[in-house]
Each structure stands twice: as structure tokens, then as C-alpha cells.
């Protein structure tokens, strides 16, 4: 099982906002940046936030992160049939000197 | 632009050992921590291992550690990975990634910005 927390599926209609999670511990979220990347079908994942909340050029702000504590969350807002993907959280864990992934989260744009 | 292209994947027999290449362009490689990321068939992300810019310092997940090495020739942009005993659980897409931040921010490396397509592992005799 993964060290982060993500569930399996979220899904909402299009023009809609959904909030995605992610769960972890102080030797992981608590104490550092997350990052968030989305992947599509086929496609290599894609960067869409780091540093809990930055955005790379490029990327919409329709998209956008936050952390509390040991949790973290990626806002999509205005949902368009392309945000059908797979979202991944990550960070670092200081307990095992490791990049950490959550298990992912499909998003079905009805 | 960033772009980052792997290569050797393929099929291999159980046990046996393989090299995978990452050639970086667009960007100044020595500059930046470089990781590798696999995906089995219908699975999640596997982060598998990271390494420095200066190609000293290097983290590997547990499940990879004294089986998989990483390396980079900072003088050719290339980026490896050596796999060793392959096992039908390593069949997978690797990927390579570059860091976010120059020299990693002085921190771990840690913030995937740029990804390569991947490059398909089969495992099978």
C-alpha cells in the first residue's frame, strides 16, 4: 500500500469543482512541499503543482493546491472533459529518504 | 525546450540484467537531480531512485535498494539506471524525470517538473 492516502475515484460534472485528497504523516507531508501531477490516458504524468501550491507556466489556475498539516488537497474548478485523468500526490519522506507517490486518483468528468 | 528520452526497454529473461538511458536536452544537466519513476500495467507511480546534480549523492526506494543502481555522465546529458535480477514485478514503464529546482534547492530532490515518455520493460522468458 502506498505511504500517502488518496482515494481510488472522484467524480463530478463538468463545469463543477472537485477537491481531491491526499493523506500522510509528519515524516512526510507534515514536514515537506507536496506536488501533485496529473496523468493522462497513455500520456507521461505532467507537473501541475509544487511547493503545496505553485504552478508551473502553463498550467491553468483552474488547478490548485494547499496543505494542512499532514494533509494536502488539489482544487479543480470549472471541469472540463480534458481533466479526465489520473492525479497523483507526492512528496518526500524523511523516514525512509524517499520521493513518496499516493496510490492515485481517477477523475470521471460525467 | 526540456526533453528527455529514454530507451532500452524491451523484453528480457527473468534474472538477467538491463540498462536503461535517459539522454537530457534543453536545459544545463549538470545543474539538476535526476529521477527515475516506474508504472506497472494498470498501476499507480512507482518512484524508484534519485541522484544528485554533482552525481554523489543518491536515495533509492526500498524496494529497488542494492538491486538497481542510478548514475548520470554529467559530459554526455545521459542519465542511467542499472537493473539487476529482473523479476516479472519490475515489468513495467520507466520513466525518467528532471528535478523542479536547480541543485535541488540545496534540499532533497524531490519535485518532478519535466517527465521523458517512458520506456516499456517486459519481463519474460
Known amino acids: 500500500h502506498s505511504v500517502l492516502t488518496q482515494p481510488p475515484s472522484v467524480s463530478a460534472a463538468p463545469g463543477q469543482k472537485v477537491t481531491l485528497s491526499c493523506s500522510g504523516s509528519?515524516?512526510?507531508?507534515?514536514?515537506?512541499?507536496v506536488s501533485w501531477y496529473q496523468q493522462v490516458p497513455g500520456a507521461a504524468p505532467k507537473l501541475l503543482t509544487y511547493?503545496?501550491?505553485g504552478r508551473p507556466s502553463g498550467i491553468p489556475d483552474r488547478f490548485s493546491g494547499s496543505k494542512s498539516g499532514t494533509s494536502a488537497t488539489l482544487g479543480i474548478t470549472a471541469l472540463q472533459p480534458g481533466d479526465e485523468a489520473d492525479y497523483y500526490c507526492?512528496?518526500?519522506?524523511?523516514?525512509?529518504?524517499?520521493?513518496?507517490f499516493g496510490g492515485g486518483t481517477k477523475l470521471t468528468v460525467l | 525546450q526540456v526533453r528527455l528520452v529514454e530507451s532500452g526497454g524491451g523484453v528480457v529473461e527473468p534474472g538477467r540484467s538491463l540498462r536503461l538511458t535517459c539522454i537530457a536536452s534543453?536545459?544545463?544537466?549538470?545543474?539538476?537531480?535526476m529521477h527515475w519513476v516506474r508504472q506497472a500495467p494498470g498501476k499507480g507511480l512507482e518512484w524508484l531512485a534519485v541522484i544528485w546534480n554533482d552525481g554523489i549523492r543518491r536515495e533509492y526506494a526500498d524496494s529497488v535498494r542494492g538491486r538497481f543502481t542510478i548514475a548520470r555522465e554529467n559530459s554526455k546529458n545521459a542519465l542511467f539506471l542499472y537493473m539487476d535480477s529482473l523479476s516479472a514485478d519490475d515489468a513495467a514503464v520507466y520513466y525518467c524525470a528532471r528535478d523542479l529546482f536547480h541543485s535541488c534547492r540545496s534540499s532533497p530532490c524531490y519535485e518532478m517538473g519535466y517527465w521523458g515518455r517512458g520506456t516499456l520493460l517486459t519481463v519474460s522468458s
Open positions: 511547493d503545496n501550491n
Open positions: 507526492a512528496t518526500w519522506d524523511s523516514s525512509l529518504s524517499a520521493v513518496v
Open positions: 509528519t515524516s512526510n507531508i507534515g514536514n515537506h512541499y
Open positions: 534543453g536545459f544545463i544537466f549538470r545543474d539538476y537531480g
